[in-house]
């Protein structure tokens, strides 16, 4: 394993476009959640603060991160991609690693990546978290600390996805583009399904691990709760957002639909000539 590692790394490392890519994703993600916490509500009983508080940053922080996750995944498929222009992985074959080496190398690629954007949302939610909380002890803290766990599933969910399509096509450009294309793609053909069915596909179920949060009741300096015990600002509950899946039931969707894409990248990249 560490052999492995130690190979993605160089490669990774050597291409300077990688570095590029990932001190962008880096600055993008810290100037959105800097210049968000510059915003003054002018409505009373509202503050944007309310976002940057413990637990409610845990919410929204992995929610803007989780736009990023397919830069990420463009990021991941043009490694993949330039392994099959530059015929790295024929030459690593030849060098004596087997098939299943090479896709155990791109997960713990993969694995890599995901472990350095959990640490950048986690050290931004300490941060801003700390600054803009007043009164806080531990335990409210890491309140809703779980929810940056899912965003570690789900950012290895989409880049695993784009795996499969940079493994299938083999090729950079055409792989980036028909990996954004199927986000519409699959938008159109869950309208031909009946409601109840429309959340149990692949996008779908990723994209929910991070729901949008509750705007209204984070940014709210009061509390406002209805007979049922939930917020009354909440946009689910009064009707004007669809019902999503129970996040526990998205997570075992999740985690099925990553093993399918390893099993099914695994298979193909066995059977393809490199």
Known sequence: MKKL???????????????????IHFTLFFLVVLSVSQINFSIPNFSIKGLFQFPNIWKFFPWVASWFNIFLTIVLISLVGNEFSFKTFRQNVIDGLSRNDLMKGKLLLILS?????????????????????????????FDNFYLLLIYFIQAIGYMTLGLLFAIVFRNTALSIILFLIYFPVESIIRLFFKVN???????????????QPEFLTMTSEKTYINSTGNSSLD????????????????????????????????????????
């Open 113 to 141: 990546i995901a472990i350095y954007t959990f640490l950048m949302v986690f050290i931004a939610v300490l941060i801003f978290g700390i600054i803009f909380t007043k009164d806080f002890s531990v335990d409210i803290m």
């Open 197 to 211: 069915y429309r959340n149990y596909f692949p996008l779908k179920i990723i994209s929910n691990l991070t729901p």
């Open 235 to 274: 946009l689910t509950e009064i009707g004007l957002l669809p019902k999503e899946l129970p996040l526990s039931t998205t997570l075992i969707f999740a985690v099925a639909y990553i093993g399918f894409f390893i099993a099914l990248s695994t298979v193909l990249l066995n059977r393809k000539n490199l």
């Open 5 to 23: 590692l130690n190979l993605e790394k160089i490669k990774a490392l050597s291409y300077p476009v990688f570095k590029t890519l990932m001190i």
